[in-house]
């Protein structure tokens, strides 16, 4: 018997799998906990090379720093908590000061910086996270795995961007998608959203109008106009760092200039994959400042902007930080 016609929905039992007359192996887990309840049912599936995975929603709150609120289908906000659960058609918003990354149930991460708002949703064939981008910015870290399609997408106001495994960055900048490939390789298509909050309306072929942007490319897609991808810039040096005693010890970081560099950034975490983050700042000088931070040892990332407004590949450095504290008189 044709094993594929045993799973006509391409699903697996949350017990076991049957493989064969008579032959049954178990390989799908129960449902997790988390916070203390057990996560929505979803049944697992069978993807092209004929393997048990987990759904990839619902997501759940790995890290979080600052205040951000989870909004539920209607759009209703509660505030957000490390832990909670984030499924399909719901939604997070961070505040100005706030980062929060998402860690999906395939093993995909997404991370919010500041001023962001995203919508999750789950394409029925085959099994598609869609990460809807509303507001701000997202950072993706997709895992790869041998497909011809797509196991991620991520849908702007301008388009679709189809991912297999790779790390990007996406931001919605006016009336534009900036899309920066920083490993793998990211399929950019200009497809419009069939209504706000749902899933694109994908061409009948996916490959038709697709561009193909590689690792150290970006791409600014519009909606009208040739789009072609640009060389990213290099990351930024760091060259020196200091501080200022007060209630308040400022933190600052010398970066060698970068030339085509319009504008830098630089970010602190606690973790080196950048899922924790504490602070970030922006600066248009080679000089980025903290301040509030208190005295550990740190894992910062610094990388600059081009005169389109790209930003470029990412430097990592680890680095021990105690303010100076203020002297009694």
């Known amino acids: 018997m044709d094993t594929m016609t045993l799973f006509p929905h391409r699903t697996c039992s949350a017990l076991s799998l049957l493989l064969g007359p008579g032959l049954i192996l178990a390989l799908c887990a129960t449902s ?4 203390g309840k057990p996560a929505p049912v979803r049944a697992p599936y069978i993807d092209d090379n004929l393997l048990c995975r987990a759904q990839p929603l619902p997501a759940v709150v790995q890290h979080l720093t600052g205040e951000a609120w989870k909004l539920d289908a209607k759009g209703r906000s509660s505030v957000l908590q490390e832990g909670m659960l984030i499924d399909e058609l719901e939604g997070v918003q961070t505040s100005p000061s706030a980062f929060v990354s998402l860690l999906l149930g395939d093993g995909s991460r997404v991370v919010l910086p500041s001023s962001s708002q995203v919508r999750l949703h789950l394409a029925q064939e085959p099994a598609i996270p869609q990460v809807i981008l509303e507001l701000g910015q997202v950072e993706a870290y997709v895992l790869e795995r041998a497909s011809d399609h797509d196991r991620f997408q991520i849908v702007t106001p301008v388009g679709v961007l189809g991912v297999r495994g790779t790390h990007f960055r996406v931001r919605n900048d006016d009336s534009q998608s900036v899309v920066e490939v920083l490993n793998g390789q990211v ?10 909050g749902l899933p694109a309306k994908m061409p ?30 290099d990351a930024p040096r760091l060259v020196g760092q200091d501080g200022q005693k007060g209630d308040a010890p400022v933190w600052t970081l010398f970066l060698h200039p970068l030339p085509g560099a319009q504008r830098y950034r630089a970010q602190v975490a606690t973790d ?6 504490k602070q970030e700042s922006f600066s248009s000088e080679p000089r980025v400042s903290f301040t509030g931070l208190k005295a550990s040892f740190y894992h910062v990332r610094v990388s600059a902007f081009d005169v389109q407004g790209l930003e470029g590949e990412a430097g990592v450095y680890d680095i021990f930080y105690y303010p100076p504290a203020t002297r009694v008189q």
């Open 187 to 196: 399929a950019a298509s200009r497809v419009e959203p069939a209504v706000a």
């Open 32 to 35: 997790p906990i988390v916070m």
């Open 272 to 277: 080196k994959a950048f899922m924790n983050i």
């Open 204 to 233: 009948k072929d996916p490959a038709q109008g697709e561009l193909k942007v590689g690792a150290r490319q970006g791409v600014l897609l519009k909606k009208q106009g040739e789009l072609k991808t640009v060389e990213l810039l």
